[in-house]
């Protein structure tokens, strides 16, 4: 079994910056997909990001791409999220997640463990 467990985020200025980290336990993960999901009130939970298990290739949705960077740091078995440039519509609830037996999905369904949540509430 796998425990992730979110920090960081909560309130910013549009335009700032933020940054989440992802803790995991429970087994290593350094051969595993991270990702980064968002779920925005009344809506779905859409795809942020997703990182490779070495680290060395990303993939970002087109509305956070340049100004969020997701990263890992499997010594620590933790993910990160920095986000830069925040704006309103990047408010939600922010999940990392696992996908267990590939990488770089942005389908939701296909990870297979997810942390409680964060939430970043970006004000204009």
């Known amino acids: 079994q796998v425990h992730l467990v979110e920090s960081g985020g909560g309130l910013v200025q549009a335009g700032g910056s933020s940054a989440l980290s992802c803790a995991a336990s429970g087994r290593t993960l350094s051969g595993n997909g991270l990702g980064w999901f968002r779920q925005a009130p009344g809506k779905e939970r859409e795809f942020v990001a997703a990182i490779s298990s070495g680290g060395s290739t990303t993939d970002y949705t087109e509305s956070v791409a340049g100004r969020f960077a997701i990263s890992r740091d499997n010594g620590k078995n933790t993910v990160y999220l920095r986000m830069n440039s925040l704006k309103p519509e990047d408010t939600a609830v922010y999940f990392c997640?696992?996908?267990?037996?590939?990488?770089?999905?942005?389908?939701?369904?296909?990870?297979?463990?997810w942390g409680q949540g964060t939430q970043v509430t970006v004000s204009s």
């Open positions: 997640a696992v996908q267990m037996h590939s990488w770089g999905s942005r389908n939701d369904y296909e990870y297979d463990y």
